[in-house]
């Protein structure tokens, strides 16, 4: 049973445009979500996550939006640029348990 | 945010046999956790691991396999055991930071079992 769904698998953006992933949670026990980025060969590095007690957190071009009734979060990266080219991993934490629960993936590319 | 070593990066091992990875941390933490990343695949949580007590294991995941150390506040092993070509995975440790439930991950260990 996938816990967390993530879409889409791949998205392309240009430059400066907005880049958004969406995830869908099933676990209503899920009190914690956050996004990480990750790049070949190293590890998911943190980037922003929210509380379900707030609908939306910024954190510079980061945005997470989270909708508490529909079980949906989503991550908006403003002006996108070549550098954020990488996979970006929903997450969820919480019902009993320490450790995170993984969307699968998406691979963000942006285009110059 | 906490700084995390893993050693070794990568290895590349013969199936039948087993081998220890190193989780070393800069700072002193309470929970560690073990991940498991397949090839181009999400993450998978294997267990948890609290200094002073057996660590939890989540489904899929059995303690002859995978047996962990949590000595003390700064360090832990996974030992991959009587490994197969299906083990070839990144293993990642992470830990949970100051700041309540964010978790900050290590660099991964690179298994490839031939």
């Known amino acids: 049973q996938q816990q967390v769904k993530q879409s889409p698998q791949s998205l392309i953006v240009q430059k400066g445009g907005i880049s958004i992933i969406n995830c869908a949670y099933e676990n209503t026990a899920f009190d914690y979500f956050p996004w990480y980025q990750q790049f070949p060969g190293k590890g998911p590095a943190l980037l922003i996550a929210i509380r379900p007690d707030v609908s939306e957190k910024k954190e510079g071009r980061f945005t997470i939006s989270f909708n508490k009734s529909a079980k949906q979060f989503s991550l908006h990266i403003m002006d996108s640029q070549p550098g954020d080219s990488a996979t970006y991993f929903c997450?969820?934490?919480?019902?009993?348990?320490?450790?995170?629960?993984f969307g699968k993936g998406t691979h963000l590319i942006i285009q110059p | 945010s906490a700084v995390i070593s893993q050693k070794p990066s990568r290895d590349i091992c013969q199936r039948g046999t087993s081998l220890t990875i190193q989780c070393q941390v800069d700072s002193q933490v309470t929970m560690m956790f073990w991940y498991r990343q397949q090839p181009g695949q999400s993450l998978t949580l294997i267990a948890t691991?609290?200094?002073?007590?057996?660590?939890?294991?989540e489904s899929g995941f059995v303690i002859d396999k995978f047996p962990i150390s949590r000595p003390n506040l700064t360090f832990s092993t996974l030992t991959v055991s009587n490994m197969s070509p299906e083990d070839s995975s990144i293993y990642l440790c992470s830990v949970e930071g100051g700041r309540t439930y964010e978790q900050y991950f290590g660099p991964g260990t690179r298994l490839t079992v031939t």
């Open positions: 691991a609290n200094q002073g007590s057996e660590a939890t294991y």
């Open positions: 997450a969820a934490r919480g019902g009993g348990a320490d450790g995170l629960t």
